[in-house]
């Protein structure tokens, strides 16, 4: 009877864990079909954020960003390609930012970086 309940709980954890890995490693989850038509602005989207990682050879950014009205996202931690590594040169883990996302061939891409706090 104990164990049973035991086991009970572990599994009712283990799914609370697996829902609530929101954490993404890149945008591509955020593709669902016919998001990223009509509604999606043209212009740039300006998002605010915190620095997690920087990621040069992947040409990534680790952010730990505020929800995106203009996407419908939550806040998450996710990971966000840059449209010139050089802007990693820019900023290092924990700087507070506001960052500029575009889309190009591949998706969405930040544009533009801005430090908000060091
Ligand atoms: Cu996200």
């Known amino acids: 009877m104990k164990n049973t309940m035991l086991l009970g709980v572990a599994g009712m954890l283990g799914i609370a864990l697996a829902g609530g890995?929101?954490?993404?490693q890149d945008g591509s989850m955020h593709m669902a079909p016919g998001a990223s038509m009509g509604q999606?602005?043209?212009?740039?989207?300006s998002v605010a954020g915190v620095v997690r990682q920087v990621k040069p050879e992947a040409g990534k950014l680790k952010i730990a960003h505020e929800p995106i009205?203009?996407?419908?996202?939550p806040a998450m931690t996710m990971d966000f390609r840059v449209k010139d590594?050089?802007?990693?040169?820019?900023?290092?883990?924990?700087?507070?930012?506001?960052?500029?996302?575009?889309?190009?061939?591949?998706?969405?891409?930040i544009t533009r970086i801005e430090k908000t706090a060091k």
């Open 21 to 24: 890995a929101h954490a993404a």
């Open 69 to 73: 009205a203009a996407l419908h996202w």
């Open 85 to 109: 590594k050089a802007m990693l040169k820019e900023v290092s883990a924990g700087d507070k930012i506001t960052f500029e996302l575009g889309r190009d061939a591949s998706g969405l891409v």
């Open 40 to 45: 999606a602005p043209a212009s740039a989207i």
